[in-house]
């Protein structure tokens, strides 16, 4: 703000021995031209006195409206000196929440990178997973032809075992019929002539050789085997067939 306000072209002065000076210089015309001019000049001393009160009074006005404008601006400092003073402590909460921006950032950053890296641990899980799975369904397939194999065993062993029972039944069935054997079957089997006895006997040796056949345990084979040996699964051996053309 300038201190000597402009008016007219002039600048004015604010302090009261300013305006004493400027009020002197302003009547003391008038007043030597009283002491100079005739009569006739009076009128215009008089205009020219009003004159400089006018502007007296529009500068004190003036003066009035800047003393009110100064206390009104040093009111406005003031406030804002308070306020400057009340925001003071408030400067370290706002570099306090400053940092905490930048630390939550920083937390921020950091929890992508483990939200990034818990992804890839869950895709590779996920991987482990279903390799897993896969081998599960393996080895499940796996049992199942396990325990397959093992009932066909258990059914190879049972058959074994009814053919034996059998087998010994034949062999009991056998003995009992040699020893029930009396003096004239072994006469007829001796006699030469018309052989009938012999002939009696071979026969016999032949059903029980027939009934060995049948009680034969074969091999165990699993499904797969016994499919791959299904065109001579049907056929009898050679030597039976021979013996049975005999």
Do not use: H
């Amino acid at each position: 703000m300038n201190k000597f306000p402009i008016f007219a072209g002039i600048r004015l002065p604010v302090s009261s021995k300013g305006w004493l000076l400027l009020a002197f210089l302003l009547v003391a015309p008038s007043w030597s031209l009283e002491i100079r001019a005739a009569p006739k000049q009076n009128d215009a001393a008089a205009q020219a006195l009003r004159k400089a009160q006018g502007m007296l009074r529009q500068l004190s006005e003036e003066k009035a409206a800047l003393e009110t404008e100064k206390k009104a601006l040093a009111d406005e400092a003031e406030k804002l000196r308070g306020e400057v003073a009340r925001l003071e402590p408030l400067k370290g909460q706002v570099e306090q929440y400053r940092a905490g921006l930048e630390s939550s950032r920083g937390a921020n950053g950091a929890l992508q990178e483990q939200l990034q890296r818990a992804g890839t641990r869950e895709r590779n899980l996920q991987d482990k997973l279903k390799e897993i799975v896969a081998q599960a369904r393996a080895i499940q397939n796996d049992n199942q032809l396990l325990v397959a194999a093992v009932r066909e065993r258990e059914k190879w062993i049972g058959q074994c075992a009814e053919n034996n029972k059998a087998l010994i039944a034949a062999n009991g069935e056998m003995l009992e019929q040699y020893r029930n054997k009396g003096f004239w079957d072994k006469l007829a089997e001796i006699e030469p002539v018309t052989g009938i006895g012999k002939v009696e006997t071979e026969n016999l040796a032949e059903a029980y050789q027939f009934k060995l056949q049948d009680l034969k345990v074969t091999p165990f084979e699993t499904e797969a085997q016994a499919d791959a040996n299904a065109d001579g699964a049907g056929q009898p051996p050679v030597s039976a067939q021979a013996g049975r053309s005999e």
